[in-house]
C-alpha cells in the first residue's frame, strides 16, 4: 500500500489550497482515509476523515473551513482547505487502515500571517 500526498504550499492567511493523496496497492473503495496535522512540537492530530460511504467528520477547528473528499475512480482523496490560518500550519499526512495503518510521506502546508 502506498499513499502519495500533495497539494502543500506556502498562502497567506485567509488563502486556499486543495491536497490530494493518491492510493495504490489497496481496494481504495473500501476503506475509510483521514487527514491529519502534526506542527511543530505537537502531537499529530485528525484533521478529517471520510469513511467508504462517503459519511465525514471534522475536527472543531476546521469545521465550516475545511471539506474532505474521494474519488474512487482516481482513487484519490481530497482535502479543500479554505479560509486557512497561520494556526492551520503543519505537515498534513493521509492515512488508511486496512491491516494496520499505512501513513502518506506528509505534504507541509505553511499559512503566512
Known amino acids: 500500500v502506498q499513499l502519495q500526498a500533495s497539494g502543500g504550499g506556502l498562502v497567506q492567511a485567509g488563502g486556499s489550497l486543495r491536497l490530494s493523496c493518491h492510493a495504490s496497492g489497496i481496494t481504495f473503495r473500501d476503506y475509510p482515509i483521514g487527514w491529519y496535522r502534526q506542527a511543530p512540537g505537537k502531537q499529530r492530530e485528525l484533521v478529517a476523515d471520510i469513511s467508504n460511504g462517503g459519511s465525514t467528520n471534522y475536527a472543531e477547528s476546521v469545521k465550516g473551513r475545511f471539506a474532505i473528499s474521494r474519488d474512487n475512480v482516481r482513487r484519490t482523496a481530497y482535502l479543500q482547505m479554505n479560509s486557512l490560518k497561520p494556526e492551520d500550519s503543519a505537515v498534513y499526512y493521509c492515512?488508511?487502515?486496512?491491516?494496520?495503518?499505512?501513513w502518506g510521506r506528509g505534504t507541509q502546508v505553511t499559512v503566512s500571517s
Open positions: 492515512k488508511v487502515t486496512r491491516d494496520r495503518d499505512y
